[in-house]
T-cell receptor, first 111, second 115 residues
């Protein structure tokens, strides 16, 4: 079992729809959770971080964390073609200094 | 502006040649990391360093070497022993003094190809 798992996609949504990206992790000791966006040929860019159970909203983005289910998700409201990218989920385990990355979910938003 | 600078942006390696990728940060971050990304693949950790003069192997360290003589700098050498070096190389840094909640920030990457 991989430490951090994501569906590779592509996830296709029409412009204006809500895109829902999911991530599961295997270590119950994980404490910090991050979502990065990576455009083709570019480096990953941090878009959200979440540390406690529940929802965290930032503009059109909402991160959701459920530690009991070992599940973290990213919702993108009013999706735009410019949101088309690969979204990487990353996790830090307690006491460790490395982020563990999932392989990413490719999102395609069609006009 | 504070950030992570990787150079060069593009690099070509001849057979049997060692090449060095530069990574400099002015964020006063403690930890620095090197990743390799192949087309359509995820990030794979090559080496990381939490303090000056100390570094640890990641998942795919064979054929690579690093040094951390200064807090700001973490160069990666791709040696001739690395038989398939063509990839996108990403350097990242992270503030660790305040605990484990800090994210990593990435440089713009170096794209390495074989001549």
């Amino acid at each position: 079992q991989k430490e951090v798992e994501q569906n590779s996609g592509p996830l296709s949504v029409p412009e204006g729809a809500i895109a829902s990206l999911n991530c599961t992790y295997s270590d119950r000791g994980s404490q910090s959770f991050f979502w990065y966006r990576q455009y083709s040929g570019k480096s990953p860019e941090l878009i959200m971080s979440i540390y406690s159970n529940g929802d965290k909203e930032d503009g059109r983005f909402t991160a959701q964390l459920n530690k009991a289910s070992q599940y973290v998700s990213l919702l993108i409201r009013d999706s735009q073609p410019s949101d088309s990218a690969t979204y990487l989920c990353a996790v830090i385990r307690a006491g460790f200094q490395k982020l563990v990355f999932g392989t990413g979910t490719r999102l395609l938003v069609s006009p | 502006d504070g950030g992570i600078t990787q150079s060069p942006k593009y690099l070509f390696r001849k057979e049997g040649q060692n090449v060095t990728l530069s990574c400099e940060q002015n964020l006063n971050h403690d930890a620095m990391y090197w990743y390799r990304q192949d087309p359509g693949q995820g990030l794979r950790l090559i080496y990381y360093s939490q303090i000056v003069n100390d570094f640890q192997k990641g998942d795919i360290a064979e054929g690579y070497s690093v040094s951390r003589e200064k807090k700001e700098s973490f160069p990666l050498t791709v040696t001739s022993a690395q038989k398939n070096p063509t990839a996108f190389y990403l350097c990242a840094s992270r503030l660790t003094r305040t605990g484990s909640n800090q994210p990593q920030h990435f440089g713009d990457g170096t794209r390495l190809s074989i001549l």
